[in-house]
């Protein structure tokens, strides 16, 4: 089992930044693939970025709207991995969820994830 924790959402006005913590327990995260996904009021949740288990492979939305802006990147050592989003938009509001999936590869999709956390709210004013 893996509990995760997120942190470092709040209000941040457009252009500013941002960056999401979440925190692991109950196992060391280097076994496992990370990833943020958000939910924006009324939609479904969506995958943002994912990173391998050493750190080293990294997928971002295809979309162009994060690349670029968002990087993700963890550090196993203190069982955390982040997101630090840049130029924060109107449209990047929602709920931040981490999630973690045993296995290898990195997965885009929701039902791909075993462990989640509860989510952090984000919310760019204009």
């Known amino acids: 089992q893996v509990q995760l924790v997120e942190s470092g959402g709040g209000l941040v006005q457009a252009g500013g930044s941002l960056r999401l913590s979440c925190v692991a327990s109950g196992r060391t995260i280097s076994s496992v693939a990370m990833g943020w996904f958000r939910q924006a009021p009324g939609k479904e949740r969506e995958f943002v970025a994912a990173?391998?288990?050493?750190?080293?492979?990294?997928?971002?939305a295809d979309s162009d709207s994060v690349k670029g802006r968002f990087t993700i990147s963890r550090d196993n050592a203190k069982n955390t991995m982040y997101l630090q989003m840049n130029s924060l938009r109107p449209e990047d509001t929602g709920v931040y969820y981490c999630a973690a999936r045993n296995g290898l590869r990195l997965r885009v999709g929701v039902d791909e994830y075993e462990y989640w956390g509860q989510g952090t709210q984000v919310t760019v004013s204009s």
């Open positions: 990173i391998s288990r050493g750190g080293i492979n990294r997928v971002y």
